[in-house]
């Protein structure tokens, strides 16, 4: 009797055990989240989503990753095409009506990690308009959000005058950082709102940071003071190097600049400034730039300012100032003296462009190059990254 009794309870206690310990299946909030953010499948994100906002006593995520998915999936057309474009924009329009600012810090935090859905969702955030601009100032401020602080100025650009008072408070207030003081002017220059000025001015005049006083300058410049240029053109030999390269990024935008200055300015052994410069003589041509252009290639600056260079010597190409500069860049390369590989390879990647490619057509029955490059790939050259580049520059010479 006691058996028969001990066995029932044996197995209500196992199947009780069993009902207790059985583990719940992923929320709808975390499969949305995931088919969100992990895969940019807004669709199904969404359904998922919106019961979550349901189910989920706090509320503030799955509001913030609806507002994303509603966003994603007008941005990419599957609203579209799934025939969701009219409730799309409805709740996308009704959630940035309805935006509060804990929401929005919960959507900056989403994109802060970056993923396919980030341009959206902060598209949606710049057409709330000013009413998010504090919060990306207080974030570059305090150093909230870092890998989004280069996204926080297209924003604050993108939203203009409507956020312009709020940028002058900032970039006036004393305990506003350098950095952060530097990246507000530079968005006042993009904004291009003269009510900018005076202020500026005031700071212009009160700063004592070099740098600052160089951006102020060329974003007064930008906004119409021309007396500024003068101040402007000397930067560009400032001891200080982030002088130079504020200076030198505002070559494109300066009216009849001098290209002496210009070509003097490629001697800097920075290559940011050198970038710059390279990137206003595209624009101020002169035939004298042809050589410093090409020194730059066989240079040790970084990448930037030699594929700059290529850039520039291919207008110049196009536009006839070059002369038979092929010959001279293929005796450069095959003659043993570009000990760098990767310098070889700029020279190369110059020769590919069709200015060039005419020369050397244009001069095989004197001069050979092409017969003499395609010794040069075949016998000396041991570098992989140079050797392709060759093969491609011989192909399209055939």
């Known amino acids: 009797m006691k058996k028969a009794?001990?066995?029932?309870?044996?197995?209500?206690?196992?199947?009780?055990?069993?009902?207790?310990?059985?583990?719940?299946?992923?929320?709808?909030?975390?499969?949305?989240?995931?088919?969100?953010?992990?895969t940019g499948n807004a669709l199904e994100a969404v359904d998922l989503l919106e019961k979550a906002e349901e189910e989920e006593v706090n509320k503030l995520e799955p509001r913030a990753l609806l507002l994303i998915a509603y966003s994603h999936g007008l941005a990419t057309g599957d609203a579209t095409t799934q025939g969701v474009e009219a409730k799309f924009k409805s709740q996308r329009s009704q959630r940035i009506q309805e935006l509060t600012e804990a929401e929005i810090r919960q959507v900056l935090q989403t994109l802060s990690t970056r993923s396919r859905v980030q341009k959206a969702g902060l598209q949606a955030l710049v057409d709330k308009g000013p009413e998010v601009s504090p919060i990306i100032l207080e974030s570059l401020i305090k150093g909230r959000y870092p890998t989004l602080h280069t996204n926080f100025a297209e924003m604050l650009v993108q939203i203009g005058s409507d956020g312009l008072d709020l940028i002058l408070a900032t970039l006036t207030d004393e305990t506003t950082p350098p950095p952060v003081r530097t990246q507000l002017v530079q968005v006042l220059a993009e904004i291009g709102d003269a009510e900018a000025v005076d202020a500026l001015k005031t700071l212009q005049s009160a700063t004592d940071d070099a740098a600052l006083a160089m951006e102020i300058n060329t974003t007064l410049y930008q906004l119409g003071e021309d007396a500024y240029k003068k101040d402007i053109i000397a930067g560009l030999k400032h001891s200080d190097v982030a002088v130079r390269r504020s200076a030198a990024k505002a070559m494109v935008d300066i009216e009849d600049v001098s290209t002496k200055a210009l070509i003097d300015g490629l001697k800097d052994d920075d290559s940011e400034v050198v970038a710059a410069l390279v990137e206003a003589l595209a624009i101020y041509q002169d035939a004298a730039a042809v050589d410093p252009l090409v020194a730059i290639l066989t240079s040790e600056l970084s990448k930037d300012p030699k594929q700059a260079a290529i850039d520039t010597l291919d207008i110049y190409g196009q536009n006839k100032l070059t002369g038979g500069m092929a010959k001279r860049i293929t005796t450069l390369l095959i003659g043993g003296t570009v000990a760098d590989p990767d310098n070889r390879f700029y020279l190369v990647q110059l020769l590919k462009r069709e200015p060039f490619l005419r020369q050397i057509r244009a001069l095989e029955s004197i001069e050979g190059l092409a017969s003499k490059l395609y010794q040069y790939h075949q016998n000396k050259e041991t570098e992989t990254l140079v050797k392709t580049a060759l093969k491609q520059l011989l192909d399209a010479l055939e």
Do not use: M
């Open 5 to 38: 009794i001990i066995i029932p309870l044996v197995v209500l206690l196992l199947a009780t055990f069993g009902c207790e310990t059985k583990q719940k299946g992923p929320s709808n909030l975390s499969v949305g989240r995931s088919k969100l953010i992990d």
